[in-house]
């Protein structure tokens, strides 16, 4: 007979029972309402008494198990048999209701789990293999069938494709690659087959690092849990020896009823089980990282939950945090007709390496574009480009780059733009000016942190006017620029002994210092940097500031359930307590006060799921 079975049998016997004693005022004889609940009893709570049992002889602790067993003694003692089996009825029901929670919250935090590839096609000199994704080696080319997960990391072999990569960042919008980007494991090709040339192994690659990350989330508890832990581990002892002082009262006052007073250590001993708080409080925050993780957010440990809930500042790098990392092109100055100047530009910029390329690109693809020939390319790093273009001799780069090529002023002034010049057989030809773009939800962030007394600053390596661009845009007012990372150290220790709790937000690339020194860190997570994964506390899929806003509200909500939880449960543990000592409270009210109490909880707790 399987658990749901037995449990339905003894919750029919204890209705037999209950109706028996209190309806027909026990028409049934002793003889037959003893093994009836015997049965019931075994049934339902021989796994309880075992686990007691257990855990007292090989690991010395008393357990709320022990609780419910000398409870249930003492009742068949004084011959309660529908308390007796009460107890035992009601506890496992709760634990029923607690297993069902729990596979709600589970499923939701390992639905990365479930999207797991259990196959790679390897292509070997035009044959196609199937193998186990941890068998595929660094160089390998793999093929992904449409609808198919990618298995590990690699670099887009085929023109281009669409991935949706909704598992991974908790967005819906389809993500296109081009030839040469990065693909990460765990995102479903949309396209027709793809070709992937694998730069990572399976067990380094981006959908086992966050799977395994996801599995060991439990690992950093709050300090909530951790008090609860060890408040319980001292808590059963003092429960045991008052209740058993309790049913020690009669030797000292004559006037005192054994039968009265073993009847409130029962009490006592049901009200005073700490199942509601032990099981409540961990799953509020595992049910609030599994909310989380729906919007692309994903966190290592409650800890950074409540950690959260309690900060005081915020500091941000700027250059893939609070902007895209991508350059739009804001202005132009030019002789020439924009359609031969972007010719020239796609021309050049075709063949470059360079991030700000893909912007021109995309620029100069508004236009027009005239096939030119180009000769003798060359790309100088850091500094720009220089190419034969219609036997014309191009530069284009930073000023210092074509300050020696001709005579052209020094139009560049430190007000946060990138200048790119352009000179044809050294004449300028055009100016261009690019800024890094801020995130449309940037500012929306730092409002909500001002709304809620939490200092943002950003501390950024950038020049001067790139940061007081960001920092006009964002609305952040203290920033600090061209910082180096031993600056950004020393920045940031001086934050944190003005507010004591900080976190820092940035892209994990290199910011590893100041990522260890914060009390949370958040990263964005988007590129797939296995740094990042490694490093951060907090991982926005998504790249998305929005996330980390509701990542802050979230917590918040978190933080919140959990304190109503223990609040709630101590207050009505502590009532029915006090109403018991003076024989004002029986059995049924302490079932309510231990299992009631732990079903309200634990649905206040499942909450959390629905935080958005």
């Known amino acids: 007979m399987n658990s749901r079975l037995k449990l339905i049998f003894s919750s029919t016997v204890f209705i ?66 529908p308390e007796a089996l009460a107890i035992m009825v009601f506890y496992k029901i709760g634990a029923k209701f607690e297993d069902f929670a729990k596979a709600r919250s589970h499923s939701n935090i390992m639905h990365l789990a479930s999207i797991r590839p259990q196959i790679a096609r390897v292509v070997i000199d035009g044959e196609e293999k199937e193998i186990k994704p941890r068998d595929v080696k660094i160089g390998d080319t793999i093929k992904v069938l449409k609808g198919e997960i990618v298995p590990v990391d690699g670099v887009l072999q085929s ?47 981006s959908l086992t690092k966050l799977i395994n990350l996801i599995e060991d989330s439990a690992i950093n508890k709050s300090k909530s849990e951790d008090l609860i832990r060890r408040f319980c581990t001292y808590y059963t002892p003092f429960v045991v020896i008052t209740a058993i002082l309790l049913c020690l009262v009669p030797v000292f006052l004559e006037e005192a009823v054994f039968s009265d007073w073993i009847e409130r250590a029962l009490v006592f001993l049901v009200v005073s089980c700490p199942c509601a708080l032990v099981l409540s409080v961990p799953l509020t925050f595992f049910a609030g990282i599994g909310a989380l993780s729906k919007i692309g957010v994903l966190v290592k440990g409650s800890v950074h939950i409540e950690t959260i809930s309690r900060l005081k500042a915020i500091a941000f790098d700027k250059t893939g945090t609070l ?30 390496t360079h991030p700000i390329s893909k912007s021109l690109l995309q620029e100069a693809k508004s236009y027009p574009i005239e096939q030119l020939d180009v000769c003798d390319f060359k790309e100088i790093s850091g500094f720009g480009l220089t190419a034969f273009i219609d036997k014309k001799e191009i530069y284009f780069g930073s000023y210092e780059f074509v300050k020696k090529i001709c005579n052209c002023a020094d139009t560049h002034t430190d007000d946060g733009y990138t200048r790119l010049y352009l000179v044809i057989d050294k004449e300028l030809s055009a100016t261009l000016l690019l800024e890094d773009c801020i995130k449309d939800d940037a500012k929306a962030l730092v409002s909500y942190l001002d709304s809620n007394d939490i200092k943002s600053t950003i501390i950024s390596g950038d020049l001067k006017g790139c940061v007081q661009l960001a920092s006009k845009k964002t609305g952040i007012k203290d920033y600090y620029y061209q910082t180096t990372p031993d600056k950004k150290v020393e920045v940031f220790k001086k934050i944190k002994e003005q507010n004591h709790i900080v976190a820092f937000c940035g892209d994990g690339l290199n910011d590893a210092p100041v990522i260890n020194l914060s009390d949370v860190s958040f990263v964005m997570g988007k590129k797939g940097s296995a740094l990042s994964v490694e490093s951060a506390d907090i991982i926005v899929m998504n790249d998305s500031l929005e996330s980390v806003r509701k990542c802050f509200v979230i917590s918040k909500r978190i933080y919140k359930t959990a304190v109503f939880n223990i609040a709630f449960v101590i207050f009505i543990k502590f009532m029915v307590l006090f109403l018991g000592a003076f024989g004002f409270a029986n059995i049924y009210s302490a079932i309510f006060a231990d299992v009631g109490v732990l079903i309200l909880a634990v649905l206040n707790a499942m909450r959390a799921l629905t935080f958005r």
């Open 159 to 205: 023109d281009c494709c669409a991935l949706d990569t909704r598992s991974l960042t908790g967005e819906s919008k389809t993500l296109v690659v081009n030839k040469s980007d990065n693909v990460l494991s765990g995102s479903v090709n949309m396209s027709d087959v793809i070709y992937i040339k694998v730069t990572k192994l399976y067990k380094n690659s």
């Open 323 to 352: 902007s895209t990392g991508e350059f739009k092109l804001s202005d132009v100055k030019t002789s020439l007709d924009k359609n031969y100047l972007f010719s020239i530009i796609f021309a050049l910029e075709k063949n470059s």
């Open 16 to 81: 037999v029972l209950v109706i028996n004693e209190y309806l027909f005022d026990s028409y049934l004889p002793v003889s037959v309402v003893l093994p009836l609940t015997l049965l019931a009893y075994l049934f339902c709570g021989l796994d309880v008494v075992l686990d007691a049992v257990k855990m007292l002889i090989k690991q010395k602790r008393m357990t709320e198990q022990l609780l419910m067993t000398i409870a249930t003694f003492a009742a068949f003692i004084l011959k309660d048999f």
